[in-house]
């Protein structure tokens, strides 16, 4: 199981600003960004007729089993999984280890072109993850909630 990824507000906004421009670069339908707990991240594009816990939990459920499937014949995982249908497809990749960015797109676009655009938004998010990893060790906190004692905790239901 992947660790909590824990971030700031500044991270959010540039990962969320990277799927905008995803969607726009790419024109495709729907781009999800999940952790690979299966908790969505952020999504962006059109947006309103999927259902984004299915999805996201869906996302790492198969993510896990592409997995248990590449250690079978020797590999560590396979990083990028390509799902095509009668109507939109699907692509997904693996960063840092920790996060898997969705693609649905339709024939409005091609695969080589989502493929394209999913290197360079894949670099700039394996930077910005990095950064959150880099400020969550600098400030010593594992967690924003580590101060927080059990007598709290008890107090708060009392």
Do not use: W
């Not at 507000?9 to 600003?17: A, K, L, V, W």
Request: one cysteine or more; proline letters at 1%; glycine letters at 8%.
């Amino acid at each position: 199981m992947a660790n909590s990824l824990v971030m700031y507000e500044e991270e959010f906004s540039r990962i969320h600003g990277v799927c905008e421009r995803l969607i726009r670069e790419t024109h495709a339908k729907v781009v999800f960004l999940v952790d690979k707990n299966g908790q969505l991240i952020t999504a962006a594009g059109q947006t309103q007729h999927v259902d984004t816990t299915s999805l996201a939990s869906l996302t790492a459920g198969n993510v896990a089993a592409m997995g248990g499937l590449a250690k079978l014949i020797g590999e560590n995982e396979f990083p990028h999984q390509f799902h095509e249908g009668t109507h939109e497809s699907l692509y997904m990749t693996v960063i840092g280890g920790r996060v898997v960015l969705v693609v649905i797109f339709d024939n409005r676009t091609s695969l080589g072109l989502v493929r394209l655009r999913i290197k360079k938004a894949s670099d700039e998010m394996m930077r910005i993850l990095e950064s959150v990893t880099t400020r969550a060790e600098y400030s010593g906190a594992a967690s924003p909630f580590a101060e927080i004692s059990d007598a709290d905790i008890e107090n708060l239901f009392q």
